[in-house]
Nanobody
Framework: QVQLVESGGGLVQPGGSLRLSCAAS????????IGWFRQAPGKERVFVAT????????YYADSVKRRFTISIDNAKNTATLQMASLKPEDTAVYYC????????????????????WGQGTQVTVSS
């Protein structure tokens, strides 16, 4: 059974850091593209970052560039989103997603492009 489980969310002050994890089971992340998305209250779910399972082709939304880092731990079959310099506007439920990539060069940034989703983890940035 394919499953993605996010963890690591919580309450953090502006300027702080959090590390989100996405543990995969039932398949091996090595051969997939992994994405992080977020959904703020009353808003649509939007793209945050993506990476290939071999650790290549990391790509970020402009809103999180130079603050967030996406990575893969193949030994643990886990994807990670390291978030720094957090802002109140980063408050959202964060989801990880996975799909088999059919193009070696394409960045998968649309929600509809992903087949598998986790249940989400809440990140709240507030003083």
């Amino acid at each position: 059974q394919v499953q993605l489980v996010e963890s690591g969310g919580g309450l953090v002050q502006p300027g702080g850091s959090l590390r989100l994890s996405c543990a995969a089971s039932g398949f091996t992340l090595d051969y997939y593209a992994i994405g992080w998305f977020r959904q703020a209250p009353g808003k649509e779910r939007v793209f945050v970052a993506t990476i290939r399972g071999d650790g290549s082709r990391a790509y970020y939304a402009d809103s999180v560039k130079r603050r967030f880092t996406i990575s893969i731990d193949n030994a643990k079959n886990t994807a990670t989103l390291q978030m720094a310099s957090l802002k109140p506007e980063d408050t959202a439920v964060y989801y990880c997603a996975a799909r088999i990539p059919y193009s070696p060069d394409y960045h998968y940034t649309y929600e509809a492009e992903y087949a598998y989703w986790g249940q989400g983890t809440q990140v709240t940035v507030s003083s």
